[in-house]
């Protein structure tokens, strides 16, 4: 996905087959950014580590939770991160260290990317994973959800401090 011409900041979730952490931070900041009404400043896509879901939409239950939320996860389809995101995208913000270590491996060096940890956003949170529901109980997607939904918040802030102010 590349950026609009009108979009100023582009933000990649990463998880490992982009079908439960990262299609929901996709799904949840995506609603964060249009209730803030800059839908048309702020793009948000997420990818996978590896291919294994690729073309797939997201877990089940990880819609069924953020459903429960009201975050809508339906009409995402999986794909995996490529070396040109990195071109494109401002923030590629991994859900575990061990997709953060792949990101940084892969990054170009000259890439302008902030490649990070999503729960770095997260006040008391900073360093941490946000853990893989993908083999738990469905409370590890409502959990999955609550600290999606406190990164998202504090990346938001971030963002919007560093946006240019609209002239009207």
């Known amino acids: ?51 294994y879901h690729e073309g797939e939409s997201p877990d089940i239950r990880a819609c069924a939770a953020a459903l429960e939320r009201g975050f809508d996860l339906s009409g995402q389809v999986g794909r995996q991160i490529k070396t040109s995101d990195f071109e494109y995208f401002d923030y590629i913000l991994a859900m575990d260290r061990e997709n953060l270590h792949f990101l940084q491996k892969m990054q170009p060096a000259d890439s302008h990317s902030r490649v990070a940890l999503f729960l770095d956003y997260a006040e008391g949170r900073e360093g941490q994973s946000v853990p893989d529901p993908y ?34």
Request: aromatic fraction near 4%; glycine fraction near 10%.
């Open 1 to 51: 996905m590349v950026p609009e011409a009108s979009v100023l900041v582009a933000v990649l979730f990463v998880c490992l087959g982009n079908i439960c952490r990262s299609p929901t931070a996709e799904g949840i900041f995506r609603a964060q950014v249009q209730a803030a009404g800059l839908s048309n400043r702020i793009l948000v896509d997420s990818a996978g580590s590896h291919a």
């Open 135 to 168: 083999f738990g109980h469905s409370d590890g997607f409502a959990l999955v959800i609550e600290l999606v939904e406190s990164a998202g918040k504090g990346l938001l802030k971030q963002i919007g401090r560093n946006l240019p102010k609209i002239k009207t």
